[in-house]
């Protein structure tokens, strides 16, 4: 079946430090994967999306790449904050073929950025 | 604005005891969804629905039923709560195919005593 694999973390950086947590997937078909940031207390927010191989996505300075050759869709921002603290999930919801219908989520990394 | 609406932000019940967590969406999404959130374990699916009155399991289901009588409204029952019941519970709903994402609601945090 599906499975997302990412760093566990916790992951701890200074404040404008940069930051990579890493993603890797397996799936049937062609799914379309996201991030999603969960803030102390709070439900998962969609951070960024990508719906097919090489598309980028970013939002808030945050950016992903969905590459089909390594399987892998990789958070980065260039400059974090203390206000980007949070958990952040990889997800996918799968292609054609696939469980099309749900979304398998890794089991998170906590980020925590110091000033 | 999108929004999925989860019934109550903190519960408390008794071992034993029936427990009922609703969740609204107003999206007209046909997909609707309970996980269920553990440190270290992440997000785990209890079940999903595709459609009114249709449920289907997912990974973590015992323990647990559902109900969907309307398209907008969702419920997780807990038969008899224990304590290893105790956990974040998160709703999300989407539509019924394509690549959009799902919507969450803010979680209800269970403590079974």
């Known amino acids: 079946g599906d499975s997302v694999t990412q760093m566990e973390g916790p992951v701890t950086l200074s404040e404008e430090a940069f930051l990579t947590i890493n993603c890797t997937y397996t799936a049937t078909g062609y799914p379309s994967l996201f991030w999603y940031v969960q803030y102390p207390g709070e439900g998962l927010q969609l951070l960024l999306k990508a719906t097919k191989a090489d598309d980028k996505g970013s939002n808030k300075g945050f950016e992903a790449t969905y590459r089909k050759e390594t399987t892998s869709f990789h958070l980065e921002k260039g400059s974090v904050q203390v206000s980007d603290s949070a958990v952040y999930f990889c997800?996918?919801?799968?292609?054609?073929?696939?469980?099309?219908?749900?979304?398998?989520f890794g089991k998170g990394t906590l980020l925590t950025v110091n000033p | 604005d999108v929004k999925v609406t989860q019934s109550s932000r903190y519960l408390v019940k008794r071992t034993g005891e029936k427990v009922f967590l609703e969740c609204v969406q107003d999206m007209d999404h046909e997909n609707m969804f309970w996980y269920r959130q553990d440190p270290g374990l992440g997000l785990r699916l209890i079940y999903f629905?595709?459609?009114?009155?249709?449920?289907e399991k997912g990974d973590i289901p015992e323990g647990y039923s559902v109900s969907r009588e309307k398209k907008e409204r969702f419920s997780l029952i807990l038969e008899s709560a224990s304590t290893n019941q105790t956990s974040m519970y998160l709703c999300?709903?989407?539509?019924?195919?394509?690549?959009?994402?799902?919507?969450f609601g803010q979680g209800t945090r269970l403590t079974v005593v």
């Open positions: 629905s595709y459609d009114v009155k249709m449920k």
């Open positions: 999300a709903s989407s539509p019924l195919l394509g690549s959009t994402e799902a919507f």
């Open positions: 997800a996918l919801r799968g292609g054609r073929g696939g469980s099309n219908y749900k979304l398998t």
